[in-house]
Structures are given as structure tokens and as C-alpha cells.
């Protein structure tokens, strides 16, 4: 998608951080991310190239380098469950199991009503809250299965 | 277990991210009493040098040394930055998190310190994309800070002016590594660079750069607000000072606690984080982040400083601490690692982006119940490929370094594996044999 008004001057801010332009990239890809419709379609990649100056091959290396960015497109909440050491002690695959269980949907996929997008991630930071997963960003810790369901029915 | 505390001192206040609650509680004198009677830069290196702070980011270097390896402003009129490295992602590390959250005006106030000691035009502060609550609370630290005349141009009136940027990185273990952070601070794959050149001479953008750890300065305006001299009554001659010991897995109260370096493990375990978790007994457990290696409980009186977890065939890390119960197969996080390495290597020197691989396949099929008697020595072999020091960062030695801890500690239990089929097979017998025992 073409980059908004709001979102070409949010960026035109941006790279005054910095003395190169494209260290503003990734923080602006997160920017994109979130407004142009929750992925990176090669449109998007194009008009950020665009913007930056760079090739969109160049931009996609950089997206491709990065977890956080999708390339495909992705059910409308995401649901990233921690698998790393601290959180498997405490039980993270009863957790993926739930959600799985809950969304319908597998680990890397949507669901099939495309409410939601199930993934596995790595280490989040939340060891000593383990298990835990991230919501649409937030972080929800010290799970249990059914609180993990809890948290999933209580979207809108 | 009451011991000195000032790191997490200030956190129990509501509005402790708040300026006003930072003011209330002695925050910024540190900074005012160095710009307002100026206290020449050298002599703030000295002090911190003198305290003998260690980088908390994982490897320990001495930050006033750090600090000294930039170049003579005189004879190098180069613009100079420093990044702070919040990218927090080696496995079971958590404390940078709680700083930012609930304190991040003493990380503002250690990056101005930090700025007037090197001269530093600007800093940039790296933050892991995950992190939203932490980064926002930084953020709006900084935005209050100027505008307080904090930070920006001739602060507090002294003519010392210094930029702090907020910046998000996008979730990727390697851009914690500081050449891969800067990489990708200039809006790249962070793909780590070749040393040398060092970062003090080639960083950002080419410039004079020093990279440290959240909690690294956020223990620097202690350290100019009390003197080097009180921060050495705390921790050990050689590790001196408190550090945040995040402690994760079969524990009663994980958690993130303020303890000095050189606490024995087994008193962190038992009396901060409540033992190991059901009264059960401890089977394993790794001293500092993922990458420094399991050990036998045998070491679990080993004093929590650099040189004594050296000494016992580990190392501090980041001092976060992982306990595994005796119910726990080390095979199994042993794959769980793997995994997560092969994921994270950026891809660049072929010992790690094979080695990961294959570590990750042997694991696997030990855990499947494919397992031979020859991995032991297939591990061992690939590992010993890997590191130390054969490829452009350390993110191989991450992964060798817990597999041969496994090799030397556990290699009972990859035989374990081999002979009795793998994971189902060796948690029913002994699910078996808790059950006949009791
Ligand atoms: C693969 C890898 C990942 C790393 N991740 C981090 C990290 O997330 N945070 C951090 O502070 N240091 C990390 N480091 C260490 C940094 O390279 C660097 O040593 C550190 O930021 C220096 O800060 P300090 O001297 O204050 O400890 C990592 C190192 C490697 C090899």
C-alpha cells in the first residue's frame, strides 16, 4: 500500500534521529506494519523503498532479516507464544496447545475465520513470568492454559 | 538476606518513571553535581574505573577501561555516539526490562554521564521492538528530561549539550551482539561486523562509538553519586557491586532480585526465589543466560561473580540464572536451545550457521528416540568446529559452549536417551520410578 500523509510526515521526524536517512528503516517498517494493514506486502516494501531511497530489494533484506515484520499476510490478532528454555520448564506447550486448541489455528498460521495468527517465538524477556505470550503486542505472563483461553475469548 | 541495596532501591514508588518521583529520591544530583562544579571527564572515567563496574551485558569488561578506549577528542574531532544496548534476548535474561519500566530516569541520567565522561554527541538507545511498555516509559523519561533542560542543548546551563534517540529494533537475538546492533541501528540485517575494527575507533556510522548494557549505566550515577570507594563494599574484589539476578524455571518465586555479586547460587535459589519449586530436588542449572551451560548441582554453592563461575566451567553471562528440577530432561533444553541458535544465527560464517543446524538435528533425533552412541562424539566434534574464536562473533561459541557443558555433565543422560528411546520413553520410566519409589 502507499504510504499515508500522516505516515510520510511521521517519517519526515523520524530521520532527523539520525545522521543517514535509512537508519530510520526499521523503525519506520514497524510504522508500516501497524497501519498498512498488519503485514509487509510488496506494495507496502515499494513505497517504504520509495520513501528511503533504496532499492525494494533493499528493503526487503532488511524485513526478511526480522521476525517481527510479516511478509504474508497474518490473521487479525496475533498470538506469539514463547518456547524458549525458561518458559518450556513452566509449561509453554500446554499453552501453545490451548491456543492452537482455542484459534483453530497452527503454530505459523491463521485461522481459517483469519481471527487470529498463531506463532512460536523465541525468548520475549519474560523468563521469570514464564509461561508466557504476547498478544497484539501486549505481554501477558504467568500463564496457565485456561487463563491463556481467558485471554483470547476476551478480544474483540 | 539483608544485605545493601540501591539498583532496585528507588522502584517500590508508584511513580517511580515518573521525573518528580525520580527527583524525590536523589535522581540527577549525580549529573548536576558533575556539570555544575564541573568534574573534568578524565576524572569521571577514573572514578568509574576505580569502582570496578563490569558490563552486565554478558561479558564482564571493565567499563571505565571500555570508556578509555575512545579516542582523544583533540586529536579525533569525529562525531561520537554511544549505544545503549537494550536489546535483552539471550535466553532467561530479564532484568534491563525492569530498569526501563520502572526506572528508566537512571538509565537517562547514566547516559549523560556517560556523554560528558566520552564526549559524546549523541546517544542511542536500542531497544528490542518486543519491548513496548519499557520503550514508551524511556521515551516519555526523555521527553520530560528535556524538558526539564536535561537533555539536548547547553543542559543545566553548563554548555554541555547531548542528544539521547530512542530506537526500535525488530526481534533478533544477534542484533544484541554490539556489531550487529549497530548494523542495525544504520537500518541493516544485522549481520555482526569483523574486529577489528573496534568500535571505538569504527562504530556507528563509522564514528567513535561504545556500546553498553542498560544495567551497566544505570549503575554509573550510583557509582558518581556515592564513589567508587562505597560501591567496592558491595560484591567481590574482582566483580564489585550489586546486579539484577533474574532467576527463571523450577523455582517457587522466580523473579528478578537485587543481589551482590559473589552471592553464593544456592542462597539466590533458596532464599530469594524459594528453592526448587514442589520440594523437589535440583537436577541442573545454567548461572548466567542460555548461552553459559548447564551445570551439576555440585556447583550450586559457586559464588555468583565472573571469576568464580569461571573457575567452575561456566560463566556469569547475565547473570541470569535457569534451575532445572529433577523431574527435567537437560536433553530436551539442551534442544530447545539448539533450536532457538539455528533460528538466531544471522547466517554470515558457515561453522555457525551449519554447526546450529546440525547440534539442533542431533538433539532432535536423540529427543525422537533416533539417537546412536556415536552423537556423543558427533556433538562433540561439531561443537569443537565451532568455537572458540573461528567465526566473526560469538553467537557459535553461544551454542558450543552449552553442548559441551552437556557432554561433561550430562552425558549420562544423551546415553540415557540413546539406550532407552528417547523423550516418551525416558520420562515414562521414570514417571515408573517416582511411582514405586513412593
Ligand atoms: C549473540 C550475542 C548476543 C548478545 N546480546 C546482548 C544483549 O541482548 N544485551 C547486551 O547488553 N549485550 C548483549 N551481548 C553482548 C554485547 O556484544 C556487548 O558485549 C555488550 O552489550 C557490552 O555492554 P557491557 O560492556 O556494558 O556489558 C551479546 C553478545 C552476543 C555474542
Known amino acids: ?156 | 538476606m539483608s544485605h545493601p541495596t540501591y539498583l532496585m532501591s528507588r522502584m517500590e514508588r508508584e511513580d517511580s518513571h515518573t521525573l518528580a518521583g525520580y527527583e524525590a529520591q536523589g535522581g540527577y544530583k549525580a549529573l548536576r553535581k558533575i556539570l555544575t562544579d564541573p568534574i573534568p571527564p578524565q576524572s569521571v572515567i577514573e572514578t568509574v574505573k576505580d569502582s570496578g563496574l563490569r558490563g552486565r551485558g554478558g561479558a564482564g569488561f571493565p567499563t571505565g577501561l571500555k570508556w578509555s578506549f575512545m579516542p582523544d577528542r583533540e586529536k579525533d574531532p569525529r562525531t561520537r555516539y554511544m549505544a545503549v544496548n537494550a536489546d535483552e534476548s539471550e535466553p532467561g535474561t530479564c532484568k534491563d526490562r525492569v530498569i526501563m519500566r520502572e526506572d528508566p530516569h537512571g538509565l537517562v541520567e547514566g547516559c549523560l554521564i556517560a556523554a560528558w565522561a566520552m564526549g559524546l554527541d549523541a546517544v542511542y538507545i536500542y531497544v528490542r521492538g518486543e519491548y513496548r511498555l519499557p520503550y514508551d516509559r524511556v521515551a516519555a523519561a526523555i521527553a520530560e528530561a528535556r524538558a526539564a533542560g536535561l537533555v539536548g542543548q547547553d543542559i543545566l546551563g553548563s554548555g554541555f549539550s547531548c542528544e539521547i534517540h530512542m530506537h526500535k529494533g525488530a526481534g533478533a537475538y544477534i542484533c544484541g551482539e554490539e556489531t550487529g546492533l549497530m548494523e542495525s541501528l544504520e537500518g541493516k540485517r544485522g549481520h555482526p561486523r569483523p574486529k577489528p575494527p573496534f568500535p571505538a575507533g569504527f562504530g556507528l556510522w563509522g564514528q567513535p562509538t561504545t556500546v553498553n548494557n542498560v544495567e551497566t549505566i544505570f549503575n554509573v550515577p550510583f557509582i558518581m553519586d556515592r564513589g567508587a570507594e562505597w560501591f567496592r563494599t558491595m560484591g567481590t574484589e574482582k566483580s564489585p557491586g550489586n546486579f539484577l539476578c533474574g532467576i527463571s524455571g523450577h523455582v517457587e518465586s522466580p523473579g528478578v532480585y537485587e543481589v551482590p555479586l559473589g552471592m553464593p547460587a544456592r542462597q539466590i535459589m533458596d532464599e530469594f526465589a524459594g528453592g526448587v519449586w514442589k520440594g523437589r530436588e535440583l537436577k541442573a542449572w545454567i548461572p548466567g543466560g542460555s548461552s553459559t551451560g548447564f551445570l551439576k548441582p555440585d556447583a550450586i554453592d559457586t559464588p555468583m561473580d565472573h571469576d568464580s563461575i569461571k573457575a567452575a566451567g561456566s560463566m556469569f553471562g547475565t547473570g541470569a540464572m535457569i534451575v532445572l528440577d529433577e523431574t527435567a530432561s537437560v536433553v530436551r533444553s539442551a534442544l530447545v536451545l539448539m533450536n532457538f541458535y539455528e533460528h538466531e544465527s544471522c547466517g554470515q560464517c558457515s561453522q555457525c550457521r551449519e554447526g546450529t543446524q546440525w547440534l539442533a538435528q542431533v538433539f532432535q533425533r536423540l529427543h525422537d528416540g533416533e539417537g546412536r552412541e556415536e552423537d556423543l562424539e558427533l556433538l562433540r566434534g561439531i561443537a569443537n568446529g565451532m568455537a572458540p574464536g573461528k567465526t566473526i562473533c560469538a553467537l557459535s561459541d553461544a551454542a558450543a559452549i552449552p553442548t559441551h557443558s552437556v557432554l561433561r555433565n550430562f552425558a549420562d543422560e544423551i546415553e540415557e536417551y540413546v539406550r532407552e528411546g528417547g523423550h516418551e520413553a525416558v520420562m515414562k520410566k521414570r514417571q515408573a520410578l517416582a511411582g514405586a519409589a513412593s
Not at chain 1, 489455528?105 to 523465541?122: I, L, Q, T, W
Request: hydrophobic share 40%.
Open chain 1, 1 to 156: 500500500m502507499a504510504l499515508t500523509d500522516a505516515l510520510k510526515a511521521e517519517f519526515d521526524e523520524l530521520v532527523t534521529h539520525y545522521p543517514e536517512r535509512r537508519a530510520a528503516l526499521i523503525p519506520a517498517l514497524h510504522r508500516c506494519q501497524e497501519e498498512l494493514g498488519g503485514w509487509l506486502s510488496p506494495e507496502t516494501i515499494e513505497a517504504a523503498a520509495e520513501y528511503f531511497e533504496l532499492e525494494p530489494v533493499e528493503v526487503y533484506g532488511v524485513a526478511s532479516f526480522y521476525p517481527m515484520f510479516f511478509l504474508k499476510p497474518v490473521g487479525q490478532h496475533v498470538v506469539s507464544v514463547c518456547r524458549n528454555i525458561s518458559c518450556d520448564l513452566r509449561g509453554s506447550d500446554e499453552i501453545m496447545a490451548a491456543v492452537c486448541s482455542k484459534t483453530g489455528a497452527r503454530p505459523g498460521g491463521s485461522s481459517e475465520d483469519n481471527r487470529f495468527y498463531v506463532e512460536h517465538v523465541e525468548c520475549q524477556g519474560g523468563c521469570a513470568n514464564a509461561p508466557m505470550m504476547v498478544v497484539d503486542g501486549k505481554y501477558h505472563e504467568d500463564l496457565t492454559p485456561e487463563r491463556a483461553t481467558e485471554i483470547l475469548e476476551g478480544l474483540s
